[in-house]
């Protein structure tokens, strides 16, 4: 794809920082590095060099690398330019690059876009390294970069190759099936491997639940009755004042949330109202959110306070669950019965549950370095491509069962964007700030 025009963005975090960079691509690359920075640089080497604007007065002092293209991130002819980072060095960089006819700022994710456009980077490539960009945490990143260096693409590449091969196979066997260098066997060993593949995308399907929890956290969900210690434990986990403590019963009625980063997992701990039969009707509400919510979490934490132990009615049963008994530092002797006991005032079992928690959360996951699909949309498409292949198994004209085996195809295809997905495209890049 040749661009008519270029686009320029602040690269780098928000200013004032130590170094600001400005990175712009395009065909009036060159001719911005050779005016602002006076003259050519050698390519892909950094030149310390000074800035001027388009009246010759000095802006900075800085580095300037220049990346011809194709060998570039976009494919295109790329340039960045190292400058000190106050917003008034930057603005002025900004303002002369943009002051040259066919230069204007980019669009969020448009030199990620242009990337793709230019066979840079596929979608799957380009969906994780908007997911490396916001990683947070150890899984986060190790996750991201797996796929940002084409693992997950390369997965359903090897899918499609073997799909398109397949219908080949067959369709030669339909239009050929007079000849002698035909072998008439062929459907045969053709089925066998569509079969091969249906139980491995299922099995794959299986791990998005591990990729949610890598990207949106293991969530952990704390119930019990009123005053069973909810409250202070969730602070005590979040290390700060995040829900309010007090004696009266019904104080917590809406869900409070903290993220926690344990052993590079990101943990989700979910503070809820207290579960009672008794309560007014915002307080219901309250409850009736608690248990929703625990129905649908990782791990749910059952509180009940040792020194005074109330009732919680039915909670779920189809969900991890640790039953830990609270106010250790108050109770007479340890209460058996419970998986934990703990106290949110003095610390006690407090390591241990972080320590149990983390190790649940590694075990959801399981191993980071597997390929799993890492957006909802690949689980769709991947469910499409079961159907179809399935529908290809189960039929009976060959004509019939390779067009199934060509729409399989296809969906693969739109997973890495081999296949028109220009309806997806905006939604896509619009995750990424101006500079990427």
Not at 305 to 320: E, S
Not at 420 to 436: R, T
């Amino acid at each position: 794809m040749a661009s008519k025009d270029s686009i320029v963005a602040l690269s780098s975090g928000r200013l004032p920082a130590g170094i600001a960079v400005i990175r712009i691509s395009g065909p009036q690359t060159r001719f911005v590095v050779e005016t602002i920075a006076g003259g050519a640089v050698k390519d892909r080497l950094a030149a310390y060099r000074k800035f001027k604007a388009t009246d010759g007065s000095v802006i900075d002092h800085g580095l300037v690398l220049f990346f011809p293209g194709p060998g570039s991130f976009t494919g295109e002819d790329v340039a960045e330019f190292h400058v000190h980072g106050s917003r008034a060095v930057a603005a002025k960089m900004l303002e002369t690059m943009t002051g040259f006819d066919s230069i204007r700022h980019a669009e969020a994710g448009e030199f990620t876009r242009r990337a793709f456009l230019n066979g840079k980077l596929d979608l799957v490539e380009t969906e994780a390294l908007a997911d490396l960009v916001n990683a947070e945490t150890e899984a986060q990143r190790r996750f991201a970069l797996r796929n940002a260096e084409g693992a997950q693409s390369e997965l359903y590449a090897s899918w499609r190759r073997r799909l398109i091969h397949a219908r080949a196979m067959i369709e030669a066997e339909i239009d050929f099936a007079d000849e002698d260098d035909v072998p008439g066997s062929v459907a045969d060993a053709v089925w066998l491997d569509v079969a091969a593949m249906v139980a491995e995308s299922e099995q794959h399907i299986k791990g998005f639940h591990a990729a949610e929890i890598i990207r949106d956290g293991f969530e952990v969900v704390i119930l019990g009755a009123p005053n069973a210690g909810k409250s202070s434990l969730f602070n005590a986990l979040a290390r700060r004042e995040a829900a309010i403590v007090t004696d009266e019963p019904g104080t917590t009625r809406d869900l409070l949330e903290v993220v926690l980063d344990l052993n590079g997992m990101r943990v989700r701990v979910v503070d809820t109202a207290g579960l009672r039969e008794t309560a007014g009707k915002v307080e219901t509400i309250g409850i009736e959110r608690a248990r929703a919510k625990a129905g649908g979490a990782d791990l749910v934490l059952l509180l009940e306070d040792m020194v005074d132990p109330l009732p919680v009615g039915a909670v779920p049963t189809d969900v991890p669950l640790l039953r830990i008994g609270t106010k250790a530092d108050l109770a007479k002797a340890a209460s058996r019965g419970y998986d934990m006991i703990i106290s949110s005032r003095d610390g006690t079992g407090l390591a241990d549950l972080l320590d149990e928690i983390g190790r649940r959360a590694e075990v959801a996951v399981g191993d980071v370095g597997d390929v799993l699909p890492s957006r909802l949309r690949h689980v769709e498409l991947l469910q499409e491509t079961r159907k179809f292949l399935g529908a290809a198994l189960s039929g009976h004209s060959q004509e019939l069962r390779a067009e199934e085996l060509r729409l399989a195809a296809d969906r693969l295809g739109k997973i890495v964007g081999a296949v028109d997905v220009e309806d997806m495209l905006d939604v896509i890049f619009s995750q990424f700030c101006i500079g990427k």
